[in-house]
């Protein structure tokens, strides 16, 4: 039983609510610090029924609001963040909020002292990867505004390392999805599109061959990882969570064909894709937090699906 408090910027998201059961299961308090533009209120209000779970209404943006907030936490999960899309969108919101807002995170960490901060990183900071599968020492190229955003927060967590001797861990998650997702997702959105056509009848339609892949986590997975970092003896480290597995777009719709039990097959779209694939070497998740992944695809999707 771990009974700390644990300061969770972003908690009422789609991950956060994953983790934060875990965390009343081992005996912490939560303090979610959110401002609720994605967040879900109504969850968040079932769980304060616990006693040990509060909500702060605030924005990471606000570093005095953060710093006050975070007074009496013992460690730190930092997740709020606005996403990739609405990156490309608006530059400057995405900079403000995942840089200068991881900024004020980390930098409250270090001046309280708490033990370790979790930082939400992301797969995107590889950019199109060289080589699969994609290794923590491999080089980055961030594209985008949030995946710019995403690696400097993990330079600054090393910067307050050597400066306060803050003690971190950045999970770089690979292709979220589970229960709870928002329909927008970025990554997953090709899930919901396949669905939504296999519950019309209709066959899933893919561009070109579908040998694009992703490496699908399920949410339940990382929010294991999430706890695992927090106490984790080795850190200081980036870490990729994934399952090392990449799937297709191709055997995506399969697997979707076959748990929603549509009699169809998938319609091939002849066009020139710019073929990308994803998978991640999870040997570094594996030494330093134990980690296993639990959930395979084919399981993870039909229990979506059958959920939906
Ligand atoms: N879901 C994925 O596929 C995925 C993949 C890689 C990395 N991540 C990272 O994991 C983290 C959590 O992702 P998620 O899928 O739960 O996203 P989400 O959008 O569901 O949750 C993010 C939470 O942050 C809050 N938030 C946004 N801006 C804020 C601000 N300025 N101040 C305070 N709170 C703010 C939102 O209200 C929301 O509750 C993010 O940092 C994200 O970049 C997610």
Redesign the pocket.
């Known amino acids: 039983m771990a009974n700390e408090t644990v300061f969770f ?8 609510l994953h983790v934060i059961p875990m965390l009343l299961e081992r005996g912490d308090a939560v303090r979610v ?8 209120r109504e969850a968040i209000a079932a769980l304060a029924k616990t006693g040990r779970v509060e909500l702060i209404d ?4 606000y570093g005095g609001a953060v710093h006050a907030a975070m007074k009496g936490c013992d460690r730190v999960i ?7 899309n609405k990156s490309q969108a608006d530059p400057y919101e995405s900079y403000d ?2 840089f200068i ?1 991881s900024h004020n995170v980390f930098a409250a960490a270090a001046d309280h002292g708490v033990k370790r901060v979790v930082f ?5 900071v590889y950019g199109d990867p060289k080589k699969l599968p994609m290794h923590e020492d491999d080089p980055l190229d961030p594209l985008t505004p ?1 995946c710019i955003s ?1 690696r400097a927060s993990e330079d600054t967590l090393r910067f307050y390392q050597r400066r306060a001797g803050l003690s971190w861990i950045a999970l ?6 589970g229960p709870g ?2 329909t927008t ?4 959105s090709v899930i919901n599109h396949f669905v939504n056509r296999l519950r019309n009848g209709e066959p899933p339609i893919i561009d070109g061959k579908g040998e694009q892949s992703m490496d699908f986590i399920h ?1 339940h997975d990382i929010a294991r990882a999430i706890v695992l970092a927090l106490n984790a003896e080795q850190a200081n480290v980036p870490i990729n969570i994934g399952t090392g597995i990449d799937t297709s777009i191709a055997e995506l719709a399969r697997i979707l064909i076959a748990a929603t039990g549509t009699d169809v097959e998938p319609q091939f779209n002849p066009r020139d894709v710019l073929v990308s694939r994803r998978a991640a070497d999870i040997s570094r998740a594996r030494d330093v937090l134990g980690f296993e992944p639990t959930i395979a695809v084919r399981d993870g999707m039909t229990d979506l699906v059958n959920a939906k």
Do not use: P
């Open positions: 910027t972003g908690g009422a998201g789609f991950i956060g610090f959110d401002n609720m533009t994605r967040g879900d605030q924005d990471v943006r930092h997740a709020a963040a606005v996403s990739i909020i995942n807002g939400c990183s992301s797969a995107s949030y995403k770089r998650f690979f292709n979220v999805y997702q928002k997702a970025y990554y997953t949410v």
